[in-house]
């Protein structure tokens, strides 16, 4: 099994910044793909940006210019630099990674279990 760690959300004003770190650990073979979602109760789940093992990221127009993904392969961490905050943001982020475990020849979808981040006007 793969265990996803989240760290980093809070409450923040309006421009603000925070940092969201999502750690992966287990019986990791390979990580291919690693993302971060948010959703507001009773509205779909959105990607906010992705990120694949040769660190080609892609970020949604909504956040584009303000966010930012990264990974460190080391640590098999991902992370999601949040910049010039604003209250449409708040929302609970989730990592979600697709992983291969040691042993196996499939890849398999792990999520973790969510922080909320609160950005006050």
């Known amino acids: 099994q793969v265990q996803l760690v989240e760290s980093g959300g809070g409450l923040v004003q309006a421009g603000g910044s925070l940092r969201l770190s999502c750690a992966a650990s287990g019986r990791i073979s390979s990580i291919n793909y690693m993302a971060w979602y948010r959703q507001v109760p009773g509205k779909q789940r959105e990607l906010v940006a992705s990120i694949t093992s040769g660190s080609s990221a892609n970020v949604a127009d909504s956040v584009k210019g303000r966010f930012t993904i990264s990974r460190d392969n080391a640590k098999n961490t991902v992370y999601l630099q949040m910049n010039s905050l604003k209250p449409e943001d708040t929302a609970v982020y989730s990592c979600?990674?697709?992983?291969?475990?040691?042993?196996?020849?499939?890849?398999?979808?792990?999520w973790g279990q969510g922080t909320q981040v609160t950005v006050s006007s």
């Open positions: 979600n990674v697709v992983a291969n475990e040691l042993g196996s020849f499939s890849a398999h979808s792990y």
